[in-house]
């Protein structure tokens, strides 16, 4: 029997996969064909029927949809009518990536492949005024101008509108591997709580000037004050707060953060800074061309931002090249984006409007 293809190892960046492979009998000589997957999504069922494949040969495989990510075997069981049994087996993992985006005009989250295909504006409802949208390994959140933060699995379901309460016109969101953090536009102060929800601090980090946006790296909180046109930085626990950390920004109304860069987005002006991460090297045109650019996101090869104006999210090469202002559209007032983990959409309960 010849290996299943994909090949060995192989990391997918699709919830689907389709095993092909062949073996060197006739399909009438095949007794039994069992396909076995195992991993966050399990199966075992009969292959595909068996066909003729050129002289005295046989082909077969599997397909499958809607897998989690994560790692995965796929074990390929034949018996022949000789009694003759051989196995081959394959380990591959799904990562699939998607972005995220607030729609503050139509009170949704939306979310596309990470190649800007299949858009769903609409992919989790019931948000109220949504500006700020983060994810995770397991959960995408969202913060509510009306003071909440929202949260739901990764497939949109169970969406939780007032996963968080208490907050003052929380105009961005992050997370991670420990906290939830966003930004109190209305008080100058970011926001922190356990991932679990609990734990609630409004004013973890005081001082702002009305903040739109918020980021977070291995060491330390960063947000845009949008009326005095700087960054600001903190320690993780959110001591060592420095309001202008980076200045002479535009009306800056989100931020990101990668292994090298601070990124952040210019309304007015409608450009993309970045600085290094010691807030050095500040280029407050690193991108250009946008309208009304809202938030910020960036992953190991692009940044992303929002269009508020033209309903968009952009894309850009890390080093600002081949910028693409309408990478994704049909958003509507689009604030927040982010990259991270999906999953296959899953068809829920009804939204529920948050109060």
């Known amino acids: 029997m010849s290996p299943p293809s994909p090949g060995e190892g192989a990391t997918l960046t699709t919830s689907s996969v389709s095993f092909k492979f062949t073996y060197n009998r006739k399909p009438k000589a095949t007794r039994r064909l069992v396909c076995a997957l195992s991993g966050p999504t ?45 196995t081959a087996t394959r380990h591959f993992r799904v990562a699939v990536v998607s972005v995220y985006w607030a729609n503050a005009g139509t009170d949704t989250i939306g979310r596309a492949n990470l190649d800007g295909t299949g858009a769903n504006p609409s992919f ?42 208490g907050a003052t016109a929380p105009f961005g969101v992050a997370v991670d591997a420990g906290h939830v953090y966003w930004v109190n536009a209305g008080a100058g102060t970011i926001g922190r709580a356990n991932l679990d929800g609990t734990g609630a601090n409004q004013s973890f980090i005081v001082g702002a000037s009305f903040p739109e946006g918020v980021a977070v790296d291995a060491g330390h909180v960063y947000w845009a004050n949008i009326l005095t046109g700087t960054i600001g930085r903190a320690n993780l626990d959110g001591a060592g707060a420095n309001q202008s950390f980076i200045s002479g920004a535009s009306f800056p109304s989100g931020v990101a953060v990668d292994a090298g860069h601070v990124y952040w987005a210019n309304v007015v002006g409608g450009t993309i800074g970045r600085a290094n991460l010691d807030g050095t090297g500040a280029n407050q045109s690193f991108i250009g061309g946008a309208s009304r650019p809202r938030g910020v996101a960036v992953d190991a090869r692009h940044v992303y931002w929002t269009d508020e104006a033209t309903g968009t999210i952009g894309r850009a090469n890390l080093d600002g090249t081949d910028a693409n202002h309408s990478f994704i559209g049909g958003a509507s007032a689009p604030f927040g984006v982010a990259v991270g983990p999906g999953s296959t959409e899953a068809l829920g309960p009804p939204p529920i409007d948050c109060v």
Not at 145 to 154: D, E, F, Q, Y
């Open 42 to 86: 399990s199966s075992s069922v009969p292959c595909d029927a068996p066909s003729a494949f050129g002289a005295g040969r046989s082909q077969s495989g599997a397909s499958y949809g809607g897998l989690a990510n994560g790692t995965y075997t796929f074990t390929v069981s034949l018996s022949l009518t000789d009694g003759g049994t051989v």
């Open 124 to 165: 989790i409802g019931g948000a109220c005024a949504p500006v700020g949208v983060a994810v995770d390994a397991g959960h995408v959140y969202w913060s509510n101008a009306t003071g909440t933060i929202g949260r739901a699995n990764l497939d949109g379901t169970d969406a939780n509108q007032r996963f968080i309460v």
